[in-house]
């Protein structure tokens, strides 16, 4: 018993959901696409599970943030899949892939085989066993990756009003998860190895006003130290958590936010595996030319600083996916993934964005005693390689981003670009265009600010050059070698 499509996407994450949109864009016939997922329910926006569906009030719930309403753009339910004769075959876990054969073995036997494969997994959650820490299972310990996990937290938030909980992790998801939790009128504590919040991205300036914002609404921080056990109640149900450093908390409700692992298993030994996922090249193709990746689980090639990456974004997955059907259905105008790295968060009055590459120089600008706008750029080797923005508008995200893509050079010395903080990005976007000269087309077009300076030479020129002296060297060959002919 088996099923044959033209394309198939495996997973039903956000990535699926916007690479559905783009089939359809791109004229897709009815019946030639299948989406295979172990969840239940059709592709949703992941973002919403830490923040609107945990609101004591009026919490979000699907339809309502079916993809890819995060992108301002249509709402995919399921009756749009089946309009769009796009097959969804949801609740399915598939048990081993053939990469060679080009065909999929669901954990119900059924055989699906493909065209074209989109591999859009995704990443688990890692479990305290992995650390050697059990008691996963716990009716009140909970995760946070997909639906499931969601409505768990949310049934035992419930329950734990004017309780304590303990969040282990101080990422992403122990940030967003400890101010829901505050909103519900929690007792949080978060606990982490590292010496502030979000380590991978911000500084401990950064980190240190989030932090006391935070600790006016009445959160706890314990750092430099890791969980190593529980302690139960008759029940089964966790009433403490342990620390390595000697503490014991009291709890009625622990969340772990403690990383992911992309879900590559099925392909390992078939395709090619780097920096932890599925390498793909600029149009996200693997080593099988059938088969693309995107999303958390697709390591691609980040232009901009001339390396292989894995990100873990949901905004990263979007552009990708999208990029993946542009290079299957019209590969001959789809260019490279020129993409740039983009994260965001929003908790209590905060809104923050950050574009690039957090390394090299930090400088820091903007009010950070008012904590409602400020921001820092990363420096390296002389250029802007990376850029943060809290509180901006979206003029100034997008000045910020814009910036950012340029990498332009930075002939200031870091404390004038303390100073000039916004207006240095509001330059270089200013002058990244470089005006027409059409009076003097062999001379060098050059642009310069205090901070910034942008040159174009104009190739019309040497290429009208190169071509005359081309073309007088065949001349030359073409008279010898007759001469030569004649003589033979």
């Given amino acids: 018993m088996g099923r044959a499509f033209v394309y198939v996407i495996l997973g039903g994450g956000v990535a699926a959901g916007y690479a559905a949109l783009e089939f359809t864009r791109r004229g897709v016939s009815d019946g030639e696409l299948c989406i295979i997922s172990e969840e239940p ?16 009030e009026a919490p979000a719930r699907l339809p309502s943030f079916h993809t890819c309403v995060g992108a301002n753009d249509e709402k995919l339910t399921p009756k749009w899949y089946k309009d769009h004769g796009i097959e969804l075959v949801l609740g399915t876990r598939v048990k081993s892939v053939d990469v060679r054969r080009k065909t999929l073995l669901s954990s119900t036997g059924e055989t699906i085989s493909y065209k074209f494969l989109i591999i859009a997994t995704g990443a688990r959650a890692l479990k305290l066993e992995e650390f050697g820490v059990e008691g996963s299972d716990a009716e009140n310990v909970c995760y946070l990756r997909d639906l499931a996990d969601a409505n768990r937290l949310a049934t035992v938030i419930q329950s734990s009003s004017n309780g ?18 505050v909103i519900n009128k929690i007792n949080v504590t978060m606990v982490f190895p590292e010496a502030h919040c979000m380590a991978r991205l ?144 929003r908790v209590f009055a905060f809104s923050w964005q950050f574009y690039g590459d957090p390394t090299g120089e930090v400088v820091h600008f903007g009010d950070y005693e008012d904590g409602k706008s ?65 009076d003097t087309p062999s001379s060098e077009m050059v642009k310069q600010s205090s901070s910034v300076v942008m040159m174009k030479k104009p190739l019309y020129v040497w290429h009208a050059a190169t071509g005359v002296v081309v073309a007088a060297s065949v001349a030359a060959f073409a008279f010898w070698y007759g001469r030569r002919r004649r003589r033979w």
């Fill in 164 to 181: 304590n909980a303990v969040v282990i992790g101080g990422g992403y998801i122990g940030m967003e998860c400890a101010a829901s939790l």
């Fill in 202 to 345: 911000f500084t401990p300036k950064i980190a240190t006003l989030y932090e006391d914002y935070y600790r006016t609404k009445g959160v706890k921080f314990i750092k430099g130290t890791v969980l190593t056990s529980f302690e139960f109640d008759s029940n089964g149900k966790v009433t403490a958590v342990n620390l390595k450093d000697g503490n014991q908390l009291p709890a009625d409700l622990v969340v772990v936010g403690i990383g992911i692992r992309p879900n590559t298993s099925l392909f390992e030994g078939q395709l090619t595996i780097e920096k932890g996922g599925i390498k793909v090249n600029s149009k996200m193709q693997s080593s099988d030319s059938s088969v693309y990746a995107i999303g958390d689980v697709a390591t691609f090639p980040v232009k901009l600083f001339g390396e292989m990456r894995r990100l873990e974004h949901v905004d990263s997955a979007r552009k990708s996916a999208r990029h993946a059907v542009s290079s299957i259905m019209d590969p001959v105008k789809t260019g490279e993934f020129d993409y740039l790295p983009f994260f965001y968060s």
């Fill in 374 to 438: 400020f921001g820092a750029y990363w420096v390296k080797k002389g250029h802007l390689v990376g850029s943060f923005l809290e509180g901006g508008t979206k003029e100034e995200y997008e000045i910020i981003s814009k910036a950012t893509k340029l990498k332009p050079a930075v002939t200031i010395d870091l404390e004038e670009l303390e100073k000039e903080g916004l207006k240095f990005a509001e330059t270089v976007v200013s002058q990244q265009i470089v005006p027409e000269v059409k």
């Fill in 41 to 56: 329910v059709a592709p949703y926006e992941r973002p919403a599970l830490s923040k609107g569906f945990l609101l004591p």
